[in-house]
């Protein structure tokens, strides 16, 4: 977990204040909702309750993400209610990921906060969040640190994934799956988030330079409806993860893992040819009766494959960047630059 000198990162709230004038509001938080329908009244009730405390100007966001009961008709009534909501209904149920990603591109405000609709989160955490970001945090992730779920099921996996995540993303948080969180609006510019890659928003933000630290929020049981994750999902889990490690070690250098696991398959090959060559000069061996040398072949010809993968991916990455002028790397600041362009134009105009 990345930490700063408060004297040095500490910067004004105001940074994240919405303009009144533009309709901008201060924060978004946004929620997928799929059948959830006796919790989203109180969920509301405690939402509204929260935002009033803050005194900054909000939005709140439901992302239907295809529900069957009544949640979608509950919602109506709610935006009909309240100036501040507005719910996005998605045609189908495209899962958390799709619905986080609706509720980021409709959201409006300087900082973006996801929660479940679930009534587990605690709405009054908010405040907290927000008082962690103006410590000079990009991203401030929550923390179920009195978890109220299944130890089997729930608990044990989640901190086993937890810990793994950390380790291959580099950024050490207790708490991935967590939904309750808050982010700068410029640290989620540049994040498309596909599969279940929701959980690793925090990952994605640090590679681009965010400052991402996390705090202890509330946790309460679920008290109406049922959950929807169960230990199926930890599958999907481990392919993300794999995707994360190759995209944070070699989205830019594919040809370096295509390319090592190729030369292995060569050396095997190379190997393989050797002994049963040995084998017929000293041995006397006939070739035929071993399969050594149909092995170095194929895997000689597996070899060249992944080489040929690597070269493929070089091609699709260069594409990737170049077609939309996309940098392989993030500024943070630029220093100096006003005084020498200063300089140039000076220079220009004496000439």
């Known amino acids: 977990m990345k930490t700063y000198d408060k004297e040095e990162t500490r910067t004004s709230s105001r940074e994240y204040k919405g303009d009144g004038a533009s309709g901008v509001p201060d924060i978004s938080v946004f929620l997928p909702v799929f059948d959830e329908e006796p919790n989203l009244r109180p969920l509301h009730e405690k939402l509204d309750k929260a935002l009033e405390r803050l005194g900054r100007t909000a939005e709140i966001i439901y992302v239907d993400d295809g529900s069957r009961d009544g949640s979608l008709a509950i919602l109506r009534e709610l935006a009909e209610s309240d100036a501040r909501v507005r719910v996005v209904s998605l045609k189908r149920n495209y899962g958390q990921t799709a619905a986080m ?46 978890r109220q779920d299944k130890l089997i099921t729930r608990k044990i996996p989640s901190m086993l994934a937890n810990r793994l995540i ?56 679920r008290t109406a409806g049922k959950s929807k994750y169960g230990l199926s999902r930890t599958i999907k889990v481990i392919f993300d993860l794999m995707t994360i490690k190759f995209m944070a070690s070699y989205q830019t250098k594919p040809i370096y893992i295509f390319g090592a696991f190729g030369m292995l398959s060569f050396l095997v090959s190379v190997l393989a040819g050797a002994f049963a060559l040995f084998l017929k000069l000293t041995h006397r061996a006939d070739l035929i009766q071993t399969p050594l040398p149909i092995l170095a072949i194929v895997i000689f010809a597996v070899g060249i494959q992944f080489i040929l993968m690597g070269l493929l991916a070089e091609m699709l990455v260069r594409t990737y960047h170049e077609s939309q002028s996309k940098r392989i790397y993030a500024v943070r600041e630029m220093i100096g630059f006003e005084k020498a362009e200063g300089r140039r134009q000076k220079a220009e105009s004496s000439t």
């Open 101 to 146: 990603a609706a509720g980021i591109d409709a959201a409006r405000g300087r900082v973006l906060i996801p929660m479940d609709a679930d009534l587990q989160n605690d709405p009054a955490d908010i405040a907290r969040l927000l008082d962690k970001l103006d410590e000079g945090y990009d991203v401030v992730s929550g923390w179920r640190k009195n």
């Open 166 to 221: 950390s380790w291959i993303g580099g950024v050490p948080l207790h708490d991935y799956g967590c939904s309750l969180k808050a982010y700068r609006r410029e640290s989620l510019e540049d994040v498309r988030l596909y599969g279940e890659m929701h959980r690793f928003i925090p990952i994605y933000a640090s590679w681009a330079g965010a400052r991402v630290t996390e705090i202890p929020v509330e946790h309460h049981a």
